[in-house]
């Protein structure tokens, strides 16, 4: 099991012996093979490998929208491996964020209103105090005075930064990021992750970072290596730790 070097702590994501094949018979395809990894809260832990080797199917396993042919997935201590397709939306809804190499926010709405059909499940919560958390967030991210615009009025990483803020809408406790700088230039990358850092750092989220971009992936706690359908430790030679990317105020969330 790929473990950190020093924890403290319950993980709040556990996977043990995932497997997972695609195609039938002959022609059946072993992507994962008895893989099994522990994210504790505030870790950020990247996963690098070739494109094709299984590193968006393992994300997807964590993330409960896949099922392993083997294995198991423990989101907060609680076993996912028999729970129903409804337990199982419910916990995505709880506990995970997702964040994509492309922003998927809707252009029919303004930021604001993106942000908040993501936050659709505080019942109970007044309409006012949801309006004010979600123009918090989009202050914490830089983009507080753009909340009324649409989309294609942002650019790319500011996109982005406003599928970070959609994604943490709900609070969630682990925060998978599939290429979440894939399509950014070099100073957006950087600014988008950093963003990422500094609020897991600040939330005690975990994170789980799938990327290309090496220099990203040796800023994060740990770093693993997709190969053969295992997680092999990476070893980089570090560089000294850099502060997080985040050059705008910081409002106090509700």
Not at 55 to 71: C, F, N, Q, V
Not at 200 to 227: F, P, W, Y
Not at 233 to 251: G, I, L, T, Y
Request: charged content about 25%.
């Amino acid at each position: 099991m790929i473990l950190p070097p020093s924890s403290t702590g319950q993980p709040v994501l556990r996977a043990s012996g995932l497997s997972y094949a695609l195609g039938k018979a002959r022609r059946r395809l072993q992507v994962l093979r008895s893989l099994s990894l522990e994210v504790y809260p505030g870790e950020k832990v990247a996963i690098i490998g070739p494109s094709g080797c299984g590193k968006s199917t393992l994300l997807s396993i964590l993330g409960l929208l896949e099922r392993p042919d083997a294995g198991e997935v423990w989101i907060k201590g609680v076993s996912m491996a028999k729970a129903s397709e409804e337990e199982r939306a419910r916990m995505r809804s709880d506990a995970l964020g997702f964040v994509f190499q492309f922003h998927f926010l809707l252009e029919s709405f303004t930021l604001l209103e993106n942000l908040l059909l993501a936050m659709r499940r505080f019942r109970g919560v007044s309409t006012a105090a949801v309006n004010e958390r979600a123009c918090a967030l989009l202050s914490e991210v830089g983009l507080g005075d753009k909340i009324h615009r649409r989309p294609h009025e942002l650019s790319g990483g500011e996109q982005q930064r406003a599928a970070v803020a959609r994604a943490l809408a709900h609070d969630p406790q682990i925060l998978l990021a599939d290429e979440p700088t894939g399509n950014l230039d070099t100073a957006s990358a950087d600014r988008v992750f950093g963003l990422i850092a500094y609020l897991a750092e600040k939330k005690g989220q975990g994170v789980v970072l799938v990327t290309h971009n090496l220099s990203i992936a040796e800023r994060c706690d740990r770093v693993l290596a997709m190969q053969d359908g295992v997680l092999i430790p990476h070893n980089f030679v570090k560089p000294k730790k850099r502060a997080s990317v985040v050059d705008f105020p910081e409002p106090v969330l509700v």
